[in-house]
């Protein structure tokens, strides 16, 4: 992953924009996660499965150069950012200026904004960019019975009864987010 570092202005060479938005996709696989995490996550989701529940797999790890122009877009769109002050990332060549005209760094910043959905703030590193969090949809129709990593079985009536058996394989619900899980439960 690129690291946020000086380069000079003359190597750049794209505009910011939308279509930048989709160079540095999203990973919805338990295999991009940070170990021990990973082995936690695939574990849990496979204890899920076994049990009977239907399992689906969201966002799991956000490049950081996904979330590099996520965080700079939205400063420029909302305007706390001066897109001329805006520190470079190898690996990502652009010029958020658009050669000294606001208006159109402005308009392509918000443009960005809106591509990638962002209705908050979203932050340069997460749990997300670390590999540390998931999220998962977890669809069941009946009471399981859910395995932990000691063999103990878990009775589960309702998504709430899942996060005391996540516990066990180290895959924690954050509760103000519905579908995600981390490591830490944050």
Known sequence: MGQIQAIPRSAL????????????????SLL???????????????????????????????????AYLMYWSWRI??????????????GIEIDWTHSGNAEAAHT????????????????????????????MKIQFGWALSVMDREKQHWPVACQSDLFPVGARYGVLKQRDIPCRWSDDGK
């Open 108 to 135: 392509s910043a918000i443009l960005m904004k809106h591509q990638f959905r962002l209705k908050s703030a979203p932050p340069l590193r997460s749990h997300h960019t670390e590999g540390r969090a998931f999220h």
């Open 13 to 28: 060479v794209t505009l910011s924009g939308p279509a930048l938005c989709n160079e540095f996709p999203v990973s919805r």
């Open 32 to 66: 991009t996660l940070t170990e021990p995490f990973r082995s936690n996550a695939v574990a849990f989701v496979e204890a899920l499965r076994a049990a009977g529940a239907v399992v689906t797999i969201g966002m799991t790890r956000i490049p950081l150069e996904r």
């Open 77 to 90: 769109a909302v305007g706390t950012a001066d897109p001329a002050r805006v520190p470079m990332m190898s």
